[in-house]
């Protein structure tokens, strides 16, 4: 089984479009996250929720909005997809525990925004 | 705020040689630090991690890593490269009481046979 699972792996849309990428782990983790890989393959947090709820918003467009509808799904909305958008996401869980963050990623979703 | 450096976008070793990656960071608090891997086209692997304890961690695939604090550096070795070894790195840290990581730009491992 899949622990960190996201939907779909390919997206490819025109500007303009709104679109979801779905996430859901098996682990039983408490905190779920969204990760923006750009095209020279650098990472950074989008969103971070533990047990539902909503504790790191990095600077983000409003056109993202996450929404964790338990703890065991964290999903990404996209209003009016721009080109810059164009990147790899990916969702990663991880047991919160004082600063211990072993995160476990899922395969990630590349969106092309054209 | 925390970061990581990692020197050397591309890093090239040939087979059987020894991989050296390097990774220093910048934290005001307690640090705890992570090496991942991510080969084409797939999602990051954990290498292995620092918490707290022993400063010389040993990972998966034959890795190991030190902390050194002194130096603020967590580099990343193996005594002999494989070709199956050819990924690309990522040094993170993740400040003591914060589930937030942050990373290094990746290195881009290329095993010369």
């Known amino acids: 089984d899949t622990a960190v699972s996201q939907t779909p792996k390919y997206l490819v849309t025109q500007m303009g479009n709104d679109k979801s990428i779905k996430c859901e782990q098996n682990?039983?983790?408490?905190?779920m996250y969204w990760y923006k890989q750009d095209s020279k393959k650098f990472l950074k947090i989008m969103f971070s929720?533990?047990?539902?709820?909503?504790?790191i918003n990095e600077t983000v467009p409003n056109r993202f909005s996450p929404k964790s509808p338990d703890k065991a799904h964290l999903n990404l909305h996209i209003n009016s997809l721009e080109l810059g958008d164009s990147a790899v996401y990916f969702c990663?869980?991880?047991?919160?525990?004082?600063?211990?963050?072993?995160?476990?990623f899922g395969q990630g979703t590349r969106l092309t925004v054209v | 705020a925390q970061s990581v450096t990692q020197l050397g976008s591309h890093v090239s070793v040939s087979e059987g040689a020894l991989v050296l990656l390097r990774c220093n960071y910048s934290s005001s608090v307690p640090p705890y630090l992570f090496w991942y891997v991510q080969y084409p086209n797939q999602g990051l692997q954990l290498l292995l991690k620092y918490t707290t304890g022993a400063t010389l961690v040993k990972g998966i695939n034959g890795f190991e890593a030190e902390f050194k604090k002194s130096e603020t550096s967590f580099h990343l070795t193996k005594p002999s490269a494989h070709m199956s070894d050819a990924a690309e790195y990522f040094c993170?840290?993740?400040?003591?009481?914060?589930?937030?990581?942050?990373f290094g730009k990746g290195n881009q491992v290329v095993v010369i046979p």
């Open positions: 993170a840290v993740s400040p003591y009481g914060n589930n937030r990581l942050a």
């Open positions: 929720y533990n047990n539902k709820e909503l504790i």
């Open positions: 990663a869980s991880s047991q919160h525990k004082q600063g211990d963050t072993e995160a476990f």
């Open positions: 682990l039983g983790h408490d905190t």
